[in-house]
């Protein structure tokens, strides 16, 4: 929840600190790169962050760039679920941030867990 709220508000220090608190691990741990995978796969894609490029094309050179050792298990669905919904948003030319989106519920959760 602390993920989609620092991307939601594009506090670009915190996302990394969070992700790398969270668990996310690469073999060079390049700050760009872990900023660019969160926003891509929690947030949002345009040809600004892609370079124009299609998102598999981009995952795959980050990936290259820095390789990923380890991704929590439960960050990899939530990834998927926002790709998927952005893509179905692409077809329909209504670009969106999920992390906007979701910012509410996320701010909901953890007010009810006493966090925020």
Known sequence: CKIIIALAE???DDIIRLMKEAGYESERMD???IYLYAKVCYDEDNDELTGGKHI???MEE???KDPIK???KDFIMVSRASIMLR???HA???SRSVAKAWKPIAEKVL???GIL
């Open 92 to 94: 329909l030319h209504q």
């Open 62 to 64: 980050i990936q290259s």
């Open 87 to 89: 893509g179905l948003a």
């Open 111 to 113: 007010r009810d867990e």
């Open 31 to 33: 700050e760009d790169i």
């Open 56 to 58: 598999q094309m981009f």
């Open 70 to 72: 380890h991704i929590p």
């Open 10 to 12: 594009e506090k670009r």
